[in-house]
């Protein structure tokens, strides 16, 4: 499978998809709740924060992929985005 071979042989590739799919579905739900909440100045803080929380563990996981991907730091390869 020609697939296969473009994997990183360490490390659960598609966990790591799973993973960030879970953080972009977290930010999701919070931003509709701060669309929803819009006027609620705690309420539209609090679920900003919590969409900013998202986006960064989302961005924590696609470092660990570009890690897998790219293991020596000197790679010429361009780093991948999720």
Not at 18 to 26: G, K, P, T
Not at 43 to 50: D, G, I, T, V, W
């Amino acid at each position: 499978m020609l697939f296969g071979k473009l994997l990183p042989r360490e490390g659960n590739f598609f966990e790591m998809f799973n993973q960030h799919a879970d953080r972009i579905v977290e930010a999701a739900h919070a931003f509709s709740k701060l669309v929803a909440n819009y006027n609620d100045l705690e309420l539209r803080a609090k679920y900003n924060q919590e969409v900013d929380n998202a986006e960064r563990a989302a961005d924590r996981v696609t470092h660990e992929c570009n890690k897998a991907i790219h293991p020596r730091n000197g790679s010429s390869l361009p780093a991948i985005a999720l």
